[in-house]
């Protein structure tokens, strides 16, 4: 079965006052009213997102044999500000300069949280998340990515390469390579100096991945370490994005096994992670949205 093991909630009929809350906010038709009271009615159909149990004003919903999980902010208002959260968006920065200093299992398990309560499509909760915490293996990851895209880049200075590198990704992604020669091998010779320009000698690498029929997979990974990063800075980490590791992993087999990640998954989003060298006074700067009102 494709469709993930779920268990509808349960109403305690006793408890409930009859204020049709639940009914109005489940996504799945699975509630309605008997009357006075709320029913489970379509268990089967259930995604278990919670949002009975979570607005039941009466503590009427029980989930997994437990009542939710109260905010400890009552839940009416936000629990911070536009203005606080405008700033921490606009602190984030991509980290390329981070300390040896290890993380501890303790801080990634609360990154691992944002991303865990991070929203999937149809709740699927799909994601799975690859932790690389020693150095040895960091390294090792990092040189094989190199050779990926040693190989990669190889193609891209000859004329039959590019021929054949655009029938497998496209002419526009293989003109995208040519004109990123130059900036390529600058970097490749700064990695032949010891300067890891892949990784920036990060002491944590978190990799996601899921199953790939998922067509909502790669926003789900995307949506779970964005939620990572942002508790990472608030923990006084920095992360960068990798999408060069993406790739790596989603076009080299050998790659991919090494990680250890299912045939049927791929590789959705991946950051270096660790403790920043340096603190940003500036805030991002963006151009305006490219957006069209109708
Ligand atoms: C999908 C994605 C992939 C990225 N891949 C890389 C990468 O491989 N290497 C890198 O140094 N930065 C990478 N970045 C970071 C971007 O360069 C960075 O987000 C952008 O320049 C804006 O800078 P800021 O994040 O500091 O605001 C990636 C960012 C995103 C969103
Ligand atoms: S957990 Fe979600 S899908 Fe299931 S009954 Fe409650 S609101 Fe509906
Ligand atoms: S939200 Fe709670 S009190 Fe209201 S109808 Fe549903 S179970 Fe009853």
């Not at 489940?26 to 278990?48: N, Y």
């Not at 208002?77 to 602190?91: C, D, K």
């Not at 926003?219 to 942002?230: H, M």
Request: glycine share 8%; hydrophobic share 35%.
């Amino acid at each position: 079965m494709i469709k993930r093991d779920v268990n509808p909630p349960q109403v305690i009929e006793k408890q409930c006052i009859g204020c049709e809350r639940c009914v109005a906010v489940c996504p799945s038709f699975v509630l309605e009213m008997a009357g006075e009271k709320s029913k489970v009615v379509r268990g089967d159909w259930c995604i278990g997102c919670g949002h009975c149990g979570a607005i039941c004003p009466s503590e009427a919903i029980l989930y997994h044999g437990i009542l939710p999980e109260k905010n400890p902010k009552g839940g009416g208002v936000p629990a911070t500000s536009p203005e606080v959260l405008g700033l921490l968006i606009r602190e984030r920065r991509s980290i390329r300069n981070f300390t040896a200093e290890p993380v501890t299992k303790e801080i990634l398990e609360k990154i691992l949280d944002a991303g865990r309560y991070a929203p999937t499509g149809s709740n699927s909760q799909n994601v799975h998340y690859l932790m690389l915490t020693s150095t040895d293996q960091i390294k090792e990851l990092r040189m094989m990515t190199e050779s990926f895209y040693d190989k990669i880049f190889s193609r891209v200075k000859s004329g039959t390469g590019r021929f054949f590198l655009s029938l497998a990704a496209g002419k526009k992604t293989v003109e995208y390579l040519n004109e990123a020669l130059p900036k390529v091998t600058y970097l490749r010779e700064q990695m032949g100096r010891g300067k890891d320009r892949l990784f920036f000698h990060a002491p944590v690498v978190m990799i996601t991945h899921a199953e790939s029929w998922d067509s909502l997979s790669s926003f789900n990974c995307s949506v779970a370490l964005y939620n990572c990063s942002l508790m990472a800075h608030t923990l006084g980490l920095g992360c960068c994005f990798n999408g060069l590791l993406v790739n790596a992993v989603n076009h080299a087999p050998k790659i991919k096994r090494w990680l250890n990640i299912p045939g049927d998954h791929r590789c959705y989003s991946a950051m270096a992670l660790g403790y920043t060298k340096m603190k940003y006074p500036g805030l991002v700067q963006r151009q305006p949205p490219k957006v069209r009102w109708r």
